[in-house]
C-alpha cells in the first residue's frame, strides 16, 4: 500500500501541515497542489494564481454585463 500523500501546505521553512491530502477536493484548481481539508481553499493556502483567478473573473463579470447593456434612443422633443 502506497504511503498517503500529505498536505503541502508550508507556513514556514519549520512549520508544516503534516495532515493526509484529500483524494478528489484536495487540489487546488489554480496551482494544482494537493492540499488537506483546512487547507484545500485559495485563500487558505495563500494561493500564487489566486490574483489571476479573481482578475479573469472580472473580466469575463464585465464583458457580460457590457454585452447585456441597453441603450436608449433619445426623442427629439419639438
Do not use: W, Y
Request: glycine share 2%; net charge positive.
Amino acid at each position: 500500500m502506497p504511503a498517503k500523500k500529505r498536505c503541502q501546505f508550508q507556513a514556514s521553512t519549520e512549520q508544516q501541515c503534516s495532515s493526509a491530502a484529500l483524494r478528489i477536493v484536495g487540489q487546488c484548481p489554480h496551482c494544482r497542489i494537493q492540499f488537506c481539508g483546512e487547507h484545500r481553499l485559495p485563500e487558505h493556502h495563500s494561493c500564487n494564481k489566486l490574483e489571476d483567478c479573481r482578475q479573469q473573473a472580472f473580466d469575463r463579470n464585465k464583458a457580460k454585463l457590457e454585452s447585456e447593456r441597453t441603450v436608449a434612443t433619445k426623442l427629439a422633443t419639438a
